[in-house]
């Protein structure tokens, strides 16, 4: 069954230093997302891509996150400087459907740590 | 804000007995799903259930869905050991949104 990988599955950071999440969505979707989950709270809608846009994004993601869809499979979640509550998981998903339709599926996470 | 709280927050149970839990929302939705997180790690999706929709089954899994209510309920009959794990439910909202917004989950516990 496909499924969303996400790379790497732990990452240790120094704070201020830039990070580079990635995603593999599955093959035939077209609609992108990043959640986080800080430990211990809920799940946190981050942003929202769809045809090599944002289509929305919460207050969380400020200047300091970007988005990209660098080529046909990967989407990736930069964070420019880490502060040290950007520790959290990190989680992709992807959606064959976008509004009213879809599943989203998510992938396994990346555990950020920032010191 | 959109979400609710699902009860109960924490639910211990034997093997083989049915486990309950429920998710209440405050807007209109399109849909609603459940997910289960096993400790630390990704989201699985369950079912998905949409706002025309009372009643879907899935396996020993059974979800309700009351819109005049805004309360949705998760039931796993005859569960197992390997069930335990949180489950979350989430709400997308109508008018154009298409982010999740999940509750704080239910942590589930089978002993064996």
């Known amino acids: 069954e496909p499924e969303v990988t996400q790379t790497p599955s732990h990452q240790v950071t120094q704070m201020g230093q830039e990070v580079i999440l990635r995603c593999v969505p599955i093959?035939?979707?077209?609609?992108f997302y990043w959640y986080r989950q800080i430990l211990g709270q809920k799940v946190e809608f981050l942003v929202s891509?769809?045809?090599?846009?944002?289509?929305?994004k919460s207050e969380i993601f400020d200047d300091q996150f970007s988005v990209e869809r660098p080529d046909g499979s990967n989407f990736t979640l930069k964070i420019r400087s880490t502060k040290l509550e950007d520790s959290a998981m990190y989680f992709c998903?992807?959606?064959?459907?976008?509004?009213?339709?879809?599943?989203?599926?998510f992938g396994p996470g990346t555990r950020l740590l920032v010191l | 804000s959109q979400q609710g709280e699902e009860d109960p927050q924490a639910l211990s149970i034997q093997e083989g007995e049915n486990a309950t839990m429920n998710c209440s929302y405050k807007?209109?939705?399109?849909?609603l799903q459940w997910y289960r997180q096993n400790s630390g790690r990704g989201l699985v999706h369950l079912i998905l259930?949409?706002?025309?929709?009372r009643e879907k089954h899935s396996g020993r899994l059974r979800v309700t869905l009351d819109t005049s209510k805004k309360s949705s309920s998760l039931l796993i009959t005859a569960s197992r050991a390997a069930d335990t794990a949180s489950y979350f439910c989430?709400?997308?909202?109508?008018?154009?949104?298409?982010?999740?917004?999940f509750g704080k989950g239910t942590k589930l516990t089978v002993n064996p």
């Open positions: 989430a709400t997308d909202a109508k008018g154009g949104s298409e982010k999740l917004v």
């Open positions: 093959s035939n979707h077209l609609y």
């Open positions: 998903a992807s959606s064959e459907i976008g509004l009213a339709g879809g599943t989203q599926y």
């Open positions: 807007t209109s939705i399109n849909n």
């Open positions: 259930i949409r706002s025309n929709e």
């Open positions: 891509f769809y045809n090599n846009e944002i289509s929305e």
